[in-house]
């Protein structure tokens, strides 16, 4: 027990410095604003580790970039402005959400083809068997056998 | 008509392979600078061997140059400045330093153990002019024009392969140019 105590203060010690390792206080006048940075900082990307947004990376590159939205945000900028400023200088690559135009126009209607070119082929293919089968496949003499072969119980007084 | 569809999974693999085998020996870390096509940004920060000098965009005009982001503390940098030395002494190539976040004892113990190849250091200890070039990890290397437009970012180490292949052939399109 007391093994288990001394683990879990070690743990707790270990979490506490673990988080101070990263000190990064942006002071803010409002929740909103607050808010505002969290949410800009999770939609750009740091060109340093790929796929990371600059709020979770510790690469210095990302913390540049924090402080320039953080500065950004305090002279006023929109965040069109900060993002606009930040492509700028590290290109479309730090936007997690890239732009509608004529290079990126096949990723954004990807989905959308697919989904319209599944529903053609369900559609084909329900069609086509609608057309080969239809109400019954078996002739009148054939159906009459098989009745007879369901209810007469008996294979061997089969005729 | 549809003996044809039978083929439909052969194209589709075919056109699937194509798409992925273009993408094999591409390096997902290089990125192409956003800069390309437009002027060094203005910046105005000290000379690293005269601290009292202050330098600016204006450095970069009337002849191409070669930017070449370093540290200290930079690995990669040990290993890329033979090549450099090579490049100025060899090739008569004029090579703009940025010493990128570094302090000046580094940077000088640095030069004085493996040669300066540099025709003029900026000194940029705050990271400042690297961040409006979007410089995301050192070393990295600009081809500037003579009218002080960027027209090529290699990020990674400079070798004589990265120089026949990829810098020279820049270096010689803008010297045509202006």
């Given amino acids: ?159 | 008509m549809k003996r044809l569809t039978l083929f439909l999974p052969l194209v589709l693999a075919l056109a699937v392979g194509l798409f992925l085998a273009a993408g094999i020996g591409k390096d997902p870390t290089e990125l192409e600078s956003a800069l390309i096509g437009k002027p060094v940004p203005e910046f105005s920060l000290e000379n690293l061997r005269e601290p009292d000098q202050t330098l600016d965009q204006s450095l970069f005009h009337g002849q191409v140059s070669l930017l070449n982001v370093w540290a200290e503390w930079c690995p990669a940098c040990w290993d890329e400045h033979e090549d450099l030395m090579w490049l100025a002494n060899e090739k008569g190539v004029r090579i703009i330093g940025l010493n990128y976040k570094d302090q000046r004892e580094n940077a000088f113990r640095f030069l004085g153990r493996l040669g300066d190849p540099y025709q003029t250091i900026i000194f940029d200890p705050r990271g400042s002019l690297g961040f409006d070039l979007g410089v995301y990890g050192a070393p990295e290397t600009f081809v500037i024009d003579a009218e002080g437009i960027v027209r090529y970012r290699h990020v990674g180490v400079v070798n004589e392969r990265v120089w026949e292949e990829i810098l020279l052939p820049v270096i010689n399109r803008a010297e045509g140019n202006s």
Avoid at chain 1, 30 to 52: D, G, I, M, S, Y
Avoid at chain 1, 66 to 77: I, L, N, T
Wanted: aromatic share 10%; glycine share 4%.
């Fill in chain 1, 1 to 159: 027990m007391r093994f288990m105590l001394i683990i879990l203060a070690a743990l707790w010690v270990f979490a506490a410095t673990a988080q101070a390792e990263a000190p990064e206080f942006y002071d803010f006048d409002t929740q909103v604003e607050e808010q505002r940075f969290r949410n800009l900082n999770a939609e750009l990307r740091c060109p340093k580790c790929q796929n990371q947004n600059i709020a979770d990376s510790n690469a210095p590159i990302s913390k540049d970039m924090r402080d320039q939205v953080y500065v950004m945000m305090q002279s006023g900028a929109t965040d069109d402005e900060i993002v606009g400023a930040l492509v700028d200088r590290f290109g479309e690559f730090v936007k997690y959400k890239p732009p509608v135009d004529s290079r990126t126009i096949v990723l954004w209607g990807f989905p959308f083809i697919a989904v319209f070119g599944g529903l053609l082929i369900v559609a084909g293919v329900v069609l086509r068997s609608r057309k080969q089968n239809p109400e019954s496949a078996l002739s009148p003499e054939e159906q009459a056998r098989v009745k007879r072969m369901l209810t007469d119980k008996d294979p061997s007084s089969r005729s």
